[in-house]
């Protein structure tokens, strides 16, 4: 009589997601009709696989100075991975932008930064 003893390893997989890109922030200082969205790179320890780009998300908040309500469109916009800012020109004055960004990568979207709020005054 021939016993044959097989094992069957069971693996499970998760994805840990890259960090969020820190610090973040909004400025006009270039001209009165830009405003440039920028962060610090990821350090390679905090990335999860290899660095795509990055994915900015941002919406207009006020215009004119009055706050928007919720209607407004969320716009989205990749940024090549060498690059660690997002400018958003022709903007009238009194507007203002909400925006944050998290790193894309091989392994997929990581967490978003917090929201930075800029505006053109």
Do not use: C
Not at 38 to 44: K, Y
Not at 47 to 55: A, C, E, I, R
């Amino acid at each position: 009589m021939l016993l044959v003893l097989s094992s069957i390893a069971s693996f499970s997989f998760f994805i840990v997601r890259s960090a969020a890109p820190h610090p973040v922030t909004a400025s006009f200082h270039e001209s009165p009709h830009k405003i440039t969205f920028s962060w610090q790179p990821l350090l390679q320890r905090e990335l999860n696989g290899q660095l795509l780009g990055y994915k900015v998300e941002y919406e207009m908040v006020a215009l004119g100075g009055v706050k928007l309500g919720t209607s407004s469109e969320l716009l989205t916009e990749i940024v090549p991975p060498e690059e660690n800012a997002f400018l958003l020109i022709n903007q009238s004055v009194y507007t203002m932008f909400r925006f944050k960004v998290a790193a894309m990568t091989t392994a997929g979207q990581g967490n978003f930064s917090e929201d930075v709020t800029g505006g053109i005054y």
